[in-house]
């Protein structure tokens, strides 16, 4: 039986729902991680493509400055990356700044959003619906 549960983390400042297991069958894996530019929680299925949502909270920096730091840490020419955007979307209700990341077997779409003093970076597999779903609940909190 699948059921739908609410994700809460005051420490990051969102929250969102999501089904589990997916309708594919598969248990959802959460990992976060503090690092020294800011908190990160991250959300797979393992065993299948149904989800990867990823959220990262970069405290006291703006859009420019994130999108910088997540740059650097790209293997674009290691691994063909090609990365377009800016374009602008809306994400929580707030104005964010799009970008896609495409490889030759993969594409993420990766937003990134001001709010209450620092900025969000969340990053998502377009080609799964359940993905854009957890974007649609996404609240910042």
């Not at 006291?60 to 999108?67: H, L, M, R, S, V």
């Not at 990356?81 to 495409?102: F, N, W």
């Given at each position: ?28 894996r ?16 393992p ?17 420019k400055?994130?999108f910088?730091?997540?740059r650097?840490g ?10 377009s955007?800016?374009?602008t ?15 030759p ?13 620092g900025t969000?970076?969340?990053?998502l597999?377009?080609e ?8 649609d ?5």
């Amino acid at each position: 039986m699948r059921r739908r549960f609410a994700f809460i983390d005051p420490d990051l400042g969102v929250r969102f729902r999501y089904a589990d297991p997916t309708p594919q069958g598969f248990k959802i894996r959460f990992a976060e991680k503090v690092q020294p530019t800011g908190r990160r929680m991250h959300l797979t299925s393992p065993g299948s493509h149904e989800i990867y949502f990823e959220v990262a909270r970069y405290p006291e920096i703006e859009i420019k400055a994130a999108f910088d730091l997540f740059r650097q840490g790209l293997p674009v020419e290691e691994m063909a990356l090609e990365i377009s955007g800016p374009e602008t979307a809306t994400v929580s209700g707030r104005t964010a700044q799009k970008y896609s990341i495409i490889w030759p077997e993969k594409s993420r779409w990766v937003y990134f959003v001001e709010n209450k003093g620092g900025t969000y970076r969340v990053i998502l597999d377009p080609e799964s619906l359940l993905n854009r779903d957890l974007l649609d609940t996404l609240k910042f909190i």
